[in-house]
């Protein structure tokens, strides 16, 4: 049986660390002003010569300074997406180029990575187009399972005397078929209701010579 493939996505945006209470984990700060000031009231250093350490910003894609003006949160709309599939070479590379609206890609680890989203392009679509590109299913996929295969090709079996039939396995196992003489109002709304099926929750839908 196959596990259904999921992406979880999170919203990333960089925050500035606040040095007392030591929030927000993707800032750091070399030294703070009260170390700063320690120092001046010992006068160990010069008042010239203390210049505030420029606080930087920790991100996927590398340390920017908290001004920066190229950070990914102020440039993109910026995602983590969180796989249980592996993603590959061939993964990346789809996210990379099959993807509208993908500007910044970083993979990283075995099941997660970020992504930037282009301001004119909508969120909401570039994940849906993620999710439907990466969580469908090959037919070795989901009938990878030998006693999956036997009972899908049992079924096959018995629904080959008809003209008309389609079949849908979910990648949980679950089974569903619609059989007919002739391609009638019966036939066209059960096949839909498959396709609907196929759409929501991954899977495959094998089918007759005459569809």
Known sequence: MT??????????????????????????????????????????????????????????????????????????????????????????????????????????????????????????QVRKDIENLFCSYTEQEVLNDKEMRVTVDLVKEQLESKKYWSLFVSPEGEVEYVVSDKMDKHYLDGLNNLLEMKSLIGGIILRGNDG
């Not at 210049?51 to 920017?64: A, K």
């Not at 102020?74 to 249980?84: K, L, S």
């Open 3 to 124: 596990t259904r493939k999921t992406i979880a996505w999170e919203s990333w945006n960089a925050k500035i660390e606040d040095p007392q209470t030591g929030t927000n984990e993707v800032v750091e700060q070399e030294q703070t002003y009260s170390e700063i000031e320690h120092l001046q009231a010992s006068d160990l250093i010069p008042h010239e010569m203390l210049v505030p350490q420029t606080r930087v910003l920790h991100t996927p894609l590398g340390v920017y300074p908290e001004d920066s003006l190229l950070k990914p949160s102020d440039r993109w709309d910026c995602w983590i997406g969180h796989t249980n599939f592996d993603i590959t070479n061939g993964v990346a590379s789809k996210l990379d180029s099959e993807i509208d609206g993908v500007e910044a890609l970083k993979i990283l680890g075995r099941y997660s990575f970020f992504i930037g989203v282009a301001r004119l392009f909508d969120i909401t």
